[in-house]
């Protein structure tokens, strides 16, 4: 088989599934069967009206199955016909066997591949049955497979626009989950990691300096209570559904004046330096800007052994923005990117900008991040 005919025979089933059934399918049932047997006591003229009407009511209910059973429904309704047209010696001239069209419509909106290449082949040898009992008009042969491609046609488009659509909400989902992670990373990860050393330290000196133990202490309420406050914004912001939320319900998106609030702390001293006119950062800039750099920071108060200081720079020009974090601890060997890293080079890149991190000469750790003016101007 060619490449395309081989794509299409591994074609599984449209996604998302189907509904099994919905109130139109009852409508169609119910209303079918009358018109069949009107049609026929208003056509004299057709062959065989009553026992077609018959037909065509009795092979109704292959429409509750259409979606689940595209390709057995379409077999079912087609052979049928086929079979009493051979019998009776004539095509079914009655207007209502176009629900058929139905079924051929489901067959290319919710079917496999396999299901379509079968189908396809039912329908054309129906429509060659019809030639052996009819005389062949051109016209109408002709109108007949227009209208049998346009109905897959629809069916197919569709049945595209759908998947099109699953999968941008797919992506959306997971651009958000990412985004979700990050802060969650960014926030509550900086804060524990502040606990944590807070209560290393608050071990270490309760022996002796029971006086600095309480003061760690205090450290910890304060960052535990941060932390509930952040934790609390993002919730509100996740569960809000449309409606306005008070401004003052939602904490404030922290930027480069905030980067200040880094110095605090136990660790290696915060030493935070800014040039440029940081007012005129963007907000999604300045967080960005926020958020890298209290990653870094918390990654040198964790991770730098031996750090007695940590820079943190940030440069503004007309081209764009400069952050670099650097500590003074031992050099260390490159390391996988874990989450903290990978997040921050995700933040910079939504910006246009990059984001790397690795040992500096001379010795310590340095992050810098480079946000260029096109990339949160476009």
Same mark, same amino acid.
């Given at each position: 088989?060619?490449?395309?005919?081989?794509?299409? @025979?591994?074609?599984?089933?449209?996604?998302?599934?189907?509904p099994?059934?919905? @109130?139109?399918?009852?409508?169609?049932?119910?209303?079918?069967?009358?018109?069949?047997?009107?049609?026929?006591?208003?056509?004299?003229?057709?062959?065989?009206?009553?026992?077609?009407?018959? *037909?065509?009511?009795? !092979?109704?209910?292959?429409?509750? @199955?259409?979606?689940?059973?595209?390709?057995?429904?379409?077999?079912?309704?087609?052979? *049928?016909?086929?079979?009493?047209?051979l019998?009776?010696?004539?095509?079914?001239?009655?207007?209502?066997?176009?629900?058929?069209?139905?079924?051929?419509y489901?067959?290319?909106r919710?079917?496999?591949?396999?299901?379509?290449?079968?189908?396809?082949?039912?329908?054309?040898?129906?429509?060659? =049955?019809?030639?052996?009992?009819?005389?062949?008009?051109?016209?109408?042969?002709?109108?007949g497979?227009?209208?049998?491609?346009?109905?897959?046609?629809?069916?197919?488009?569709?049945?595209?626009?759908?998947?099109?659509?699953?999968?941008?909400?797919?992506? *959306?989902?997971?651009?958000?989950r990412?985004? !979700?992670?990050?802060d969650?990373? &960014?926030?509550? /990860?900086?804060? =524990?990691?502040?606990?944590?050393?807070?209560?290393?330290?608050?071990?270490?000196?309760?022996?002796?300096?029971?006086?600095?133990?309480?003061?760690?202490?205090?450290?910890?309420?304060?960052?535990?209570?941060?932390?509930?406050?952040?934790?609390?914004?993002?919730?509100r912001?996740?569960?809000r559904?449309?409606?306005?939320?008070?401004?003052?319900?939602? /904490?404030?998106?922290?930027?480069?004046?905030e980067?200040r609030?880094?110095?605090?702390g136990?660790?290696?001293?915060?030493?935070?330096?800014?040039?440029? &006119?940081? &007012?005129?950062?963007?907000?999604?800039?300045?967080?960005? !800007?926020?958020?890298?750099?209290?990653?870094?920071?918390?990654?040198?108060?964790?991770?730098?052994?031996?750090?007695?200081?940590? &820079?943190?720079?940030?440069?503004?020009?007309t081209?764009?923005?400069? !952050?670099?974090?650097?500590?003074?601890?031992?050099?260390?060997?490159s390391?996988?990117?874990?989450?903290?890293?990978?997040?921050? /080079?995700?933040r910079?890149?939504?910006?246009?900008?990059?984001?790397?991190?690795?040992?500096?000469?001379g010795g310590? @750790?340095? =992050?810098?991040?480079?946000?260029?003016?096109?990339?949160?101007?476009s």
């Amino acid at each position: 088989m060619t490449s395309p005919v081989r794509a299409l @025979w591994d074609a599984p089933s449209a996604a998302p599934a189907p509904p099994r059934r919905v @109130w139109r399918d009852w409508v169609l049932v119910g209303v079918i069967p009358p018109l069949a047997f009107l049609e026929a006591a208003l056509r004299p003229d057709v062959p065989w009206r009553w026992l077609w009407a018959v *037909v065509l009511a009795a !092979l109704v209910p292959t429409l509750l @199955w259409r979606r689940i059973r595209p390709l057995t429904m379409l077999a079912i309704a087609f052979a *049928v016909g086929s079979v009493f047209g051979l019998a009776t010696g004539g095509d079914p001239q009655l207007f209502t066997t176009a629900y058929f069209l139905i079924l051929l419509y489901a067959l290319t909106r919710w079917g496999s591949g396999r299901a379509m290449i079968g189908g396809g082949l039912i329908v054309a040898g129906g429509i060659l =049955v019809s030639l052996v009992y009819t005389a062949p008009n051109p016209s109408d042969v002709i109108g007949g497979i227009a209208v049998v491609v346009m109905t897959s046609t629809l069916g197919l488009a569709l049945r595209w626009r759908a998947g099109e659509r699953a999968r941008e909400l797919d992506r *959306v989902r997971f651009l958000e989950r990412e985004q !979700l992670a990050r802060d969650l990373h &960014d926030t509550v /990860a900086h804060h =524990v990691s502040a606990i944590a050393i807070q209560a290393q330290a608050g071990i270490t000196v309760a022996p002796t300096t029971p006086e600095a133990a309480t003061d760690a202490l205090r450290v910890i309420e304060g960052e535990a209570s941060r932390t509930l406050d952040e934790m609390r914004a993002i919730v509100r912001a996740l569960r809000r559904d449309g409606e306005t939320t008070d401004a003052s319900e939602l /904490a404030p998106t922290p930027g480069v004046p905030e980067l200040r609030a880094l110095a605090d702390g136990a660790g290696p001293a915060v030493d935070v330096r800014v040039d440029g &006119d940081a &007012d005129a950062l963007p907000p999604a800039v300045a967080a960005t !800007l926020y958020r890298i750099a209290q990653e870094a920071v918390t990654n040198a108060r964790r991770h730098a052994r031996g750090a007695t200081r940590v &820079d943190v720079r940030v440069r503004m020009d007309t081209a764009g923005v400069r !952050l670099d974090v650097r500590d003074d601890g031992e050099g260390a060997p490159s390391v996988s990117p874990g989450f903290g890293l990978t997040g921050m /080079a995700e933040r910079a890149a939504l910006l246009g900008g990059t984001c790397s991190a690795g040992p500096a000469p001379g010795g310590g @750790w340095a =992050v810098t991040a480079l946000l260029p003016r096109t990339g949160w101007t476009s």
